[in-house]
């Protein structure tokens, strides 16, 4: 029988606002431990929480660009589970009634357009962070936990998919589509190894063509695209190989082991708890107006589709505009300045990707730190078709122009890389050849054109191979039909 | 000069026929003549109080004047969260802790330069109707201390009763100002939820909890309503409107009002003398041209099933914080689930781990529909029928409790009839509605009995108008026997 995988998948982001979801203390990643705490994040008696308008407004700019219904009144729920880094042993989240619902991300995989169905978007609160001590790190041989707080209340949204994701390879487009779209929005840095966007993933399998759904499996701690798509190619096989070896699969959730590169069951208490849902008495319900969601919606930046649809567009391969897109956002910038001074798009975005964004990477540095600039590149692409450079020497100029060597101009004429393109200079390169293998001359002009790859070569060797290559073909054919 | 109303005092302080000082003294003195009697206190801040008096001295000499409480010695319920004050809700989870920071309602008291003579006693996270169930002793009551105070905000009841405060605040969720101050003899409000900001009130029931004075006069209740009223950015449930005026037609008698006594608040369960009480005052009102009508609601006999399923099941995740990891107490574990269990298996009273069972129990899947859920559709008919009777009458009026003060012990081995105590309070919890509690007699036993006036969403204009027109028609007069002893 053959199987087919059901994923959906569930995104975690926290959002950098200035404050925190409920209460005014600062988010700030980098400060020293319970240095941004106060009484309401770490629930002191008596405290309240009072909800964070720019996160609002934040997530129902992302519900709009991931083409959700905003919700008119969306309501706070508690969410009760105890937990040491959780201060009201609360989390206040939502429910039944979310801000964003029932929107779809269309995800590019193999050239192709996959629509991804998103059941939900909804505003929540993080945890403090607890810092096992001793034992490995693991809460259950750690001799002491310590906890930071200034985690503790920092908004976060998550983005629930519908069980809509058929493969490893889709659910991992769908995930770096899905941060693609908040990095355009800037609503946070979605860094995923420092957990600013986390993924858990619900699986299961069912013979294909089925329509029912199998027992699903969450499966928890990848901390990388590549470790969610292996994840997921692991937990399918295993599942089918359970099956077929006559198993039942148990609805449980399952931790990945990175190093390992296997899911292991959690204990089944954690993954089993009743959580109480029921409405937040200590909020009113999230007014989003008809008004206030059509201005957010006015002040949307340009979505990663949208922008990759308008380079393609402007020339670029299909691929060439995905690089683009999911690329540094400085890169791109500089891309569609040297376009509006006149740049060819094609050109340009093959150097930003290929040498450019090797160069970055080898040197760990960022665009800005090269002497690259939009009139550069302008500059370049312009010499290319005016034939003062060859597509190689094109290459080693921006080689210098990134090291801080000059403009093209003068790098290409340091390195003595101008090609000749001037008729005449050639003229008299190819007649002083032909002077000195008459012999040659002949045989073309008897119409056997065997000798013409030859008397190209002499000519580009006379000219130390700065010759444009097209004007020597040309008047060497002139020559040979005279 | 510790018998002052709050308006005599500011006046003396103001003519200068007295200092905060004098009054701050007279209140502690007394405090220390009757509290081994009374227990009213679980912290009496003797320094801070009298600093705090000197500075308003200072103030006053010098022309300063911040406000109607400026030098006025204050009881505040000890579930008011206190910058400095020890603050523990009267239970040993919370023992020893010394709050950070202060909450709105007494922010705006400091800031008129207010006098904190100390923390009032109260059932353990105010979960209770007689100040039985503190984890430090009970309260009992001024006019026989072998009778309870009624509760939760006994304490603060007792101290304004007792003059060891001119006023005191407490925390109504079912009643808990209401009834200790009816079976005090002093006059007890509850405004209408979101006027008061709870932020730093530790919570109970959340969409139930309102701080409200407990004073002597009614005109006292206005005043020290408006002194912590008001919007509050911290409380996301504060009430955003413009502050109505709690004065309009203060003193314009009830001529032309129409008054509904609630059939379902009077017959079974109602001490004979508390209903005389009630139809004795409401005849006054009738003969100070009142039109007075019964007025039947029904959803009032289901209201206490529906309080007891949604305070429960507020305060099973309000009081989830106290957990041993932050503040209070802490019970060493093998593991932070087994430190967490034994911090919360010692530190919480008995009749607070009913509740936070009970309210688990209403939320669990599977049963919440049934309770929680069916109990907010109870509720739902509760305001829906009250707001129907509002557009007949201007305000509803019964008996405050259905007994005067009962004996210490009496219920506590019967939760049920506890809870009984607060039939008659408990729908303005439900619907959010102000409601206040005025003296009106003794009964044979010389025990007082309130009498409660309940009004619409904001009406507290109304409220004090009708309550002052019963306050001048009964004129209360007497005070606790026992205050012979003390001065």
């Known amino acids: 029988m053959s199987w087919e995988p059901v994923i959906g998948i569930e995104v975690h982001v926290e959002l950098l606002t200035d404050s925190k979801m409920f209460c005014g203390c600062r988010v700030d990643f980098g400060a020293a431990p319970n240095t941004n705490i106060c009484p309401v994040c770490l629930a002191l008696p008596g405290a309240l929480p009072v909800p964070n308008e720019q996160a609002i407004e934040w997530i129902v700019q992302i519900g709009l660009a991931l083409n959700c219904t905003i919700t008119r009144e969306s309501i706070f729920h508690r969410k009760n589970y105890f937990y040491a880094d959780l201060p009201k042993n609360y989390q206040i989240s939502q429910y039944d009634i979310p801000v964003c619902s029932g929107g779809h991300l269309d995800v590019e995989i193999d050239g192709e357009t996959v629509r991804v169905a998103i059941n939900r978007v909804h505003q929540e609160e993080d945890t403090g962070k607890s810092i096992h001590m001793g034992g490995g790190g693991r809460i259950h041989s750690a001799e002491a936990t310590l906890l930071d707080f200034n985690r503790a209340g920092v908004p976060l949204i998550e983005i629930v998919s519908e069980p809509d994701i058929f493969s490893p390879a889709h659910a991992r487009a769908y995930a770096q589509q899905l941060r693609d779209v908040v990095l355009s929005l800037g609503v946070s840095d979605a860094r995923l190894e420092e957990g600013s966007m986390r993924f858990d993933a619900n699986v299961s399998i069912r013979p294909e063509g089925d329509t029912k759904l199998g027992a699903k499996v969450e499966v928890k701690n990848m901390n990388s695209f590549r470790s969610l798509e292996r994840a997921l190619d692991f937990e399918i096989i295993r599942q089918t190989e359970a099956i077929e070896a006559g198993q039942r699969i148990e609805q449980e959730t399952r931790h990945w082991d990175e190093e390992a590169g296997v899911t292991r069951a959690m204990r089944s208490k954690e993954g089993s708890s009743d959580y109480r849902y029921f409405p937040e008495p200590d909020l009113v319900p999230i007014v989003v107006s008809d008004e206030w969601r059509e201005q957010i919606r006015s002040m949307l930046p340009e979505l990663p589709h949208q922008r990759r649809w308008r380079y393609i567009e402007l020339g670029l391969e299909a691929h060439a505009a995905s690089v683009l897109v999911a690329g540094e956002a400085d890169v791109a910038v500089l891309f569609e300045e040297a376009v509006g001074l006149g740049a060819d798009p094609k050109q340009t975005a093959n150097w930003l990707s290929g040498e450019t964004t090797a160069y970055l990477r080898r040197n760990n540095t960022s665009i800005d730190q090269t002497g690259l600039t939009a009139a550069y590149l302008a500059e370049m692409t312009g010499m290319l078709a005016d034939g003062k450079l060859s597509a190689t020497a094109a290459k080693e100029v921006l080689t210098g122009v990134i090291d801080h060597e000059g403009s093209p101009g003068e790098v290409a004429a340091a390195r003595d890389l101008i090609q000749i393109s001037d008729t005449s200079a050639i003229e008299t390169a190819v007649d002083a050849v032909l002077a000195s293998n008459p012999e040659a001359l002949e045989t073309l002009r008897s119409g056997d054109m065997k000798p013409f790859g030859y008397l190209v070569g002499q000519v580009m060797r006379a000219t130390s191979g700065k010759a444009d290559p097209k004007v020597v073909n040309e008047i060497l054919r002139d020559r040979a039909s005279q | ?487």
């Not at chain 2, 203060?250 to 109602?270: D, Q, W």
């Not at chain 2, 309000?318 to 298996?345: I, K, P, S």
């Open chain 2, 1 to 487: 000069m510790s018998d002052y109303t709050l308006s005599e005092a500011a006046t003396a302080l103001r003519d200068g026929s007295v200092s905060s000082r004098e009054l701050t003294d007279a209140a502690l003195d007394r405090a220390a003549k009757s509290e081994a009697e009374l227990h009213a206190f679980l912290t009496l801040a003797h320094d801070g109080a009298r600093s705090s008096a000197e500075a308003a001295d200072t103030a006053f000499a010098s022309g300063r004047d911040a406000g109607a409480f400026q030098g006025i010695p204050v009881a505040l319920k000890d579930n008011l969260v206190t910058q400095g004050i020890a603050t523990t809700a009267a239970s040993q989870i919370l023992a020893g802790w010394v709050p950070p920071y202060d909450g709105t309602a007494v922010a705006r008291l400091k800031d008129q330069g207010v006098v904190i003579v100390g923390k009032t006693n109260l059932d353990e996270f105010a979960m209770g109707s007689s100040t039985e169930n503190s984890a430090f002793g009970p309260s009992r009551n001024p006019w026989n201390t072998d009778r309870v105070p009624g509760g939760s905000s006994g304490g603060s009841a007792i101290a304004v009763a007792a003059g060891s405060a001119v006023v005191g605040f407490g925390s109504d969720t079912g009643g808990s100002i209401r009834q200790p101050a009816a079976l005090c003899g002093v006059v007890g409000m509850k405004p209408t939820y979101g006027l008061v900001s709870r932020y730093g009130l530790i919570a109970f029931a959340s969409s139930l909890d309102q701080i409200g004075p407990i004073t002597r006069t009614v005109e006292d209740s206005v005043t020290a309503l408006e002194a912590v009223a008001g919007h509050d950015p911290l409380d996301a449930t504060s009430y955003r409107g413009d502050r109505p005026g709690f004065r309009d037609g203060f003193e314009s008698g009830v001529r032309g009002l129409k008054i509904g006594v609630v059939r379902e608040l009077t017959g079974e369960g109602f001490e004979p003398d508390v209903e005389a009480a009630v139809r004795r005052t409401v005849d006054l009102l009738s003969d100070a041209g009142a039109e007075v009508v019964e007025v039947s609601i029904p959803s009032v006999d289901v209201s206490l099933s529906a309080y007891y399923l949604i305070a429960p099941a507020e305060c099973s995740a309000n009081l989830a914080r106290f957990d041993g990891v932050r503040y209070g107490l802490r019970r060493d574990g093998e593991t932070v689930e087994e430190m967490m269990t034994a911090t919360r298996a010692d530190g919480f009273g008995p009749e607070v781990t009913r509740r936070i069972l009970l309210g688990t129990y209403a939320l669990s899947a599977g049963y919440y529909d049934a309770f929680y859920g069916q109990a907010q559709k109870v509720r739902t008919v509760v305001i829906r029928e009250f707001e129907e009777a509002y557009r007949q009458v201007d305000v509803l009026v019964s008996a405050t409790a259905p007994t005067t003060a009962f004996e210490i012990g009496s219920k506590t081995q019967d939760p049920l009839s506890m809870y009984l105590s607060d039939i008659c309070t408990i729908p303005s919890n439900l619907t959010g509605h102000p409601a206040i509690s005025v003296p009106v007699g003794l009964d044979r036993h010389s025990l007082p009995v309130g009498f409660q006036i309940m009004a619409p969403a904001l009406g507290e204009a109304v409220l004090f108008r009708v309550a002052r027109a019963v306050e001048q028609a009964v004129a209360f007069e007497a005070r606790p026997p026992l205050l012979e002893e003390w001065s």
